[in-house]
């Protein structure tokens, strides 16, 4: 019985994966992403940026990269913007139990 042993890669990989896939799904649990592809997106960027961001987010096509950040963008939540909107709003006296 051999220990299986992962690398930092294998499990860096595995996380962006999980996460991809959970973006993914809930991009169409909204309706975001259907069946039909029926916008066609073009631009100029760095090849350098596109290849990162690939690396990165351990994909290999351009679809699949503009899939995966549209839906990131499109369902990123507020939570920084609504904490630092909340400085201030907690009384300096109260009681935190520390």
């Known amino acids: 019985m051999g220990v299986q042993t992962h690398t930092s890669a294998e499990s860096e990989a595995k996380v962006a994966l999980t996460r991809n896939k959970l973006v993914l799904e809930q991009a169409k649990a909204v309706g975001l992403l259907g069946t039909a592809k029926n916008t066609r ?7 350098e ?6 690396k990165r987010a351990h994909v290999t096509s ?5 899939e995966l ?12 913007a609504r904490l630092v909107g909340r400085k201030g709003s907690i009384l300096a006296d109260i009681d935190l139990g520390v």
């Not at 940026?49 to 690939?54: D, F, M, P, S, V």
């Not at 351009?62 to 503009?66: S, Y």
């Not at 549209?70 to 990123?76: F, T």
């Open 41 to 47: 997106l073009s631009g100029r960027v760095p090849s």
């Open 49 to 54: 940026l596109i290849e990162a961001a690939k």
């Open 62 to 66: 351009d679809t699949e990269l503009l």
């Open 69 to 80: 950040a549209l839906s990131r963008l499109a369902l990123e939540d507020d939570f920084g």
